[in-house]
């Protein structure tokens, strides 16, 4: 992790640490996610902590919280790449992935490059495919794309 970020967590952290103890509890956490307009109970509060807390005392410290953010991004990111893939998946039922679930066709891919000004064929958004379809099968599942966006 870069200084710069390193640095941007110590402030958050201590904004959230009230009484300045080095920890953060349930319900500083409780209060200072209310400040900033996120609401979350007080049980949910102390499951938070307590699935954080890596040392067992009821609280999180900076690298509990460190975690906790970074993992609240990752669950966004992988949120917002689920929307992505709906807007490319294909849209009839020609598409089952091996594994029973939705994909990127070439077709679909096509039709959604279009949508966004680029014109590609179809073998050459195979060929794009192609170079991201870790199983073979000619189409794009949701951790093939995952792949392909990171």
Known sequence: MDRNK?????????????????????????????TIGGEISESEAEAVVLLMDSDGDGLLGLEDFIRLVEGTEEEEKVKDLKEAFKMYEEMDDECKCSTGSSCITPKSLK????????????????????????????????????????
Request: a negative charge.
């Open 6 to 34: 390193s640095k941007q967590y110590e402030r958050v952290f201590s904004h959230f640490d009230e009484n300045k103890d080095g920890k953060i509890s349930p319900a500083e956490l409780r209060l200072c996610l209310g």
């Open 111 to 150: 039709r959604m490059l279009s949508r966004l000004g680029e014109k590609k064929s179809v073998g050459e958004c195979e060929v794009m495919i192609s170079q991201f379809d870790l199983n073979g099968d000619g189409v794009l599942n949701f951790d093939e794309f995952r792949n392909m966006m990171a």
